[in-house]
Nanobody
Framework: VQLQAYGGGLVQAGGSLRLSCVAS????????MHWYRQFPGQQRGWIAA???????NYADSVKGRFTISRDTAKNTMYLQMNSLKPEDTATYYC?????????WGQGTLVTVSS
């Protein structure tokens, strides 16, 4: 399954963006899907996950502001980002994992201006 991430852009602090991660095949049966982000000069860091049975977890840095969800009919995972801060500026990546493979989408850049 290939993933493509969309939805990044420039937004003012306090604003919102919704990222989408579209899979080339069915996401039913995928053990977990994740969002990561990478700040310039740093390693990619995990921020949110949704499992195949719907369990959801967030990193403390985004809890209460970001919401992960998925639509199995559209083979798409989302990341709704509210109350954005300049420190949320990063390249965002989606990831899907099963027992036998993992796939990454290309990054989508989110820039939050102060």
């Amino acid at each position: 399954v290939q993933l493509q991430a969309y939805g990044g852009g420039l937004v003012q602090a306090g604003g919102s963006l919704r990222l989408s991660c579209v899979a080339s095949g069915s996401i039913i049966g995928i053990d977990a899907m994740h969002w990561y982000r990478q700040f310039p000069g740093q390693q990619r860091g995990w921020i949110a996950a949704i499992t195949g049975n719907g369990n959801i977890n967030y990193a403390d840095s985004v809890k209460g502001r970001f919401t992960i969800s998925r639509d199995t009919a559209k083979n798409t995972m989302y990341l709704q980002m509210n109350s954005l801060k300049p420190e949320d500026t990063a390249t965002y990546y989606c990831n899907a994992q099963t027992r036998t493979w993992a796939s990454w989408g290309q990054g989508t850049l989110v820039t939050v201006s102060s």
